[in-house]
């Protein structure tokens, strides 16, 4: 048998053997049956690559042939799953609706390929001017080459994304599992692009694929080595397709590639093209494993620093990496993982594990790890000491501590629910999070790259660290506790509102239904009631409709209106004080763009508000006027009332449920100056005690409003 014939088989025993493999960790998940189904699938195509090589019958050529494409069409769905699932959690509802998806796909691929059985390959096979074998590619088998290709680039993203988003025992962890599979879909690409362009399947493609898996299979089998590689988590960026480097190479890669073999095929062919194409393959991957390794990126940087006599650290640098990290960050958790992978990234540390102490200062809960996963800390976190043994301890010593060294009960604890994943990783060190002498949590690092000691300068520069992720820790729980308080606040004065309108209205409804039994009889007492209950729903629907305008979203129906008209039918909707004088002085205005029904209800409020304000002053007067000023249409309410403090116009006038009316619910000016602002305009005020108060209200005219 040839050599290739058996280097085909053996890739496909390989696969079988590493599916079932698989398959005997448990507990088992979905994550495991795709990586399973995945693995079944190339090593049946493998095997039929074999038979082909195997057989010289034209027709068993054509059905092998068609075997090998019906079996790339099952491929991309469950290796497209395991790329959404690998390394990654989620909610298991959207993984199982993703997953009935992808499984409808490939059945209809695997229905597809047998009802266009005939349309997948066309024979007779051919022989190239290289000797190669290959037979015709037909409609069916086109379209299964194509959806393959524009899945395998999604395939490369998704792992592209879950390598970006790893760092320290994580990324060492699963590093050669994306790799093998980055090697496949790579190679895949390109021999079903090759497929597509001269509209056929060459063998010589074929076994492309084979050394491909070949490879692929090494570097999976080398990822199993390293323990727990289906049990690990990470949190991908979701902007990460923007800045896809899978993305951009794919589409470079097709751009080019089809020039290139238009080339090669008009200079003859290439009889040693698998093989130069295996011996690139190996050379690519062996330079992608040495640019990931940690070890090499140590050792570049300090060679720059010794032979360039740079500090070890670029404190600038690093500085403005964690405050462009954690600015923007709103939770204590976000902030850890942020901080985790910072850590990670500058003192090439494989293990960095954040844990924040409770609110009731009793234990300590998991934040972020780039080794642990959640339901493995939580276990460890059992483990750990006391938090009233650390805070003592870091009170008196509040600088990093090597956990290793010292010998202290309590440090002792923590080496337990933080263990380190090599012998060679060097020692263990605890930086506390201090501020005000509070402890808020620890930065435990362990598993440094080639078990480097931490120095002087490394201690200095996590400590700085600890210190400052200490003060944003204080700053989050600070502003979610002044949330907290503000919505109680809300929620308070909001609820005296409520109770004071309905307490009035079940007293007059009680009284009401008291007297009932007695005078029911009574005609004039059942009009009295009967008005009683109307006047008591009428404050009820009123009240709700108040506090409405809270909830709804403001939408503005603009269009070209006559101010001075708005203004008119808004006072004309008002019944006024007899014992208070209106005033209207109205400029003639361009016509501008409003909505006319909103700038209604606050002109409708700004006069109530005035005529409520003259009403406790006996006679008073209201103005309401119109004018323009400085590309401005300006509606100006004047009255003589009692007036505002400084205090109360500068802090709680346009603020909810802030009012200085008996009846009032300190909704209408946040709502008016929701209104206005909504037009892109503001609202003036100038107010004295006493004296009365003046409200202009400033619309942008056309040209302002371009």
């Given at each position: 048998?040839?050599l ?11 696969c ?9 960790k ?19 195509e493998?095997?039929?690559v074999?038979?082909?090589r ?31 699932l ?9 993984w ?35 000797g ?17 290709v ?14 970006r ?27 079903s ?16 694929n ?17 323990e ?30 089809g020039v ?8 003859g ?29 140590q ?12 500090p ?8 403005h ?30 293990s ?47 600088s ?15 080496r ?7 012998s ?10 201090l501020?005000?002498?509070?402890l808020?949590?620890l ?10 000691p ?9 400590k ?10 204080l700053?989050?729980?600070?502003s ?22 309905l ?6 409804l ?36 108040r506090?409405?305008?809270l ?28 014992q ?62 009692c ?57 942008p ?6």
């Amino acid at each position: 048998m040839p050599l290739a014939s058996i280097l085909a088989l053996a890739s496909a025993a390989f696969c079988a053997v590493l599916g079932v493999a698989v398959l005997t960790k448990k507990p088992r998940s979905a994550i495991h049956w795709c990586f399973a189904g995945g693995m079944s699938a190339l090593a049946a195509e493998a095997a039929f690559v074999a038979l082909i090589r195997e057989t010289s019958a034209p027709g068993k050529i054509i059905f092998w042939n068609r075997m090998t494409v019906a079996a790339l069409g099952l491929l991309p769905a469950s290796w497209l799953f395991f790329s959404l699932l690998f390394a990654r959690a989620g909610d298991p509802g959207q993984w199982r609706k993703t997953g009935n998806i992808l499984g409808s796909t490939a059945a209809l691929s695997l229905i597809g390929a047998a009802f266009f059985w005939d349309q997948l390959v066309v024979g007779p096979p051919q022989i190239g001017p290289t000797g190669d074998v290959y037979v015709g590619l037909a409609t069916a088998g086109k379209i299964l080459h194509v959806l393959f290709v524009i899945m395998a680039v999604g395939i490369l993203m998704n792992l592209e994304r879950t390598f970006r988003a790893s760092v320290g025992t994580i990324r060492w962890r699963i590093k050669f599992m994306l790799l093998g599979l980055g090697v496949l879909f790579v190679v895949r690409i390109y021999t079903s692009s090759q497929a597509l362009l001269f509209s056929a399947v060459k063998l010589s493609l074929l076994q492309v694929n084979i050394y491909a898996l070949a490879v692929a299979c090494l570097l999976i089998a080398r990822s199993f080595v390293r323990e727990s590689i289906f049990n690990v988590t990470v949190y991908p960026s979701r902007t990460v397709l923007q800045n896809s480097v899978t993305l951009l190479l794919a589409g470079i890669y097709l751009l080019v590639v089809g020039v290139l073999a238009k080339i090669v095929t008009a200079l003859g062919g290439d009889s040693a093209f698998p093989l130069k194409a295996l011996i690139v393959l190996m050379a690519l991957a062996g330079l992608t494993v040495v640019l990931l390794s940690e070890r090499v990126h140590q050792r570049t940087k300090l060679f720059v620093s010794r032979n360039f006599k740079r500090p070890l650290h670029d404190f600038q640098k690093v500085w403005h990496a964690f405050t462009e990290r954690t600015t923007s960050l709103m939770t204590d958790v976000d902030l850890c993982r942020a901080t985790a992978r910072l850590v990670s990234e500058t003192f090439h540390v494989l293990s960095v594990t954040i844990w924040l102490i409770d609110e009731n200062k009793e234990r300590l809960l998991f934040a972020a790890s780039t080794s642990l996963s959640e339901s493995r800390a939580q276990k460890l976190a059992e483990l750990g000491c006391t938090v009233t043994e650390l805070q003592k301890a870091f009170s008196e010593q509040p600088s990093p501590v090597d956990i290793d060294d010292s010998q202290e009960g309590w440090v002792a604890a923590l080496r337990r629910c933080n263990p380190d994943q090599f012998s060679e990783g060097g020692n263990r060190v605890c930086v506390p999070l201090l501020v005000g002498g509070h402890l808020l949590g620890l930065i435990m690092l362990g598993d440094r790259v080639s078990g480097m000691p931490f120095s002087v300068e490394d201690l200095d520069l996590l400590k700085c660290i600890g210190d400052q992720v200490a003060a944003n820790l204080l700053n989050i729980q600070l502003s979610r506790k002044l949330l907290q308080a503000k919505e109680m606040e809300a929620f308070q004065t909001m609820s005296a509102f409520f109770v004071h309108d309905l307490k009035n209205t079940a007293s007059t409804l009680s009284l009401m239904l008291q007297n009932l039994p007695t005078h029911f009889e009574d005609p004039s007492f059942r009009a009295d009631a009967l008005r009683a209950a109307g006047k008591s729903v009428e404050r009820i629907n009123a009240l709700i409709g108040r506090l409405s305008v809270l909830r709804q979203k403001l939408e503005l129906n603009l269009r070209e209106s006559d101010l001075n008209e708005v203004v008119k039918v808004a006072l004309a909707g008002l019944a006024g004080d007899p014992q208070t004088r209106l005033v209207t002085d109205l400029a003639s205005l361009p016509r501008i763009c409003i909505d006319p029904e909103q700038v209604q209800k606050v002109v409708t409020n700004l006069v109530l508000n005035a005529w409520e304000a003259v009403s406790s002053q006996g006679e008073g007067e209201v103005r309401v006027g119109t004018s323009g000023q400085n590309g401005w249409a300006v509606i100006s309410v004047t009255d003589n009332g009692c007036g505002m403090s400084p205090e109360f116009v500068s802090r709680f006038l346009f603020r909810p449920f802030q009012t200085t009316k008996k009846k009032g619910m300190g909704i209408g000016m946040f709502h008016s100056k929701a209104i206005v602002e909504a037009h892109q305009g503001k609202i003036e005020v100038a107010s004295e005690v006493g004296k009365g108060t003046t409200f202009k209200v400033l619309l942008p005219c056309q040209e302002n409003q371009a």
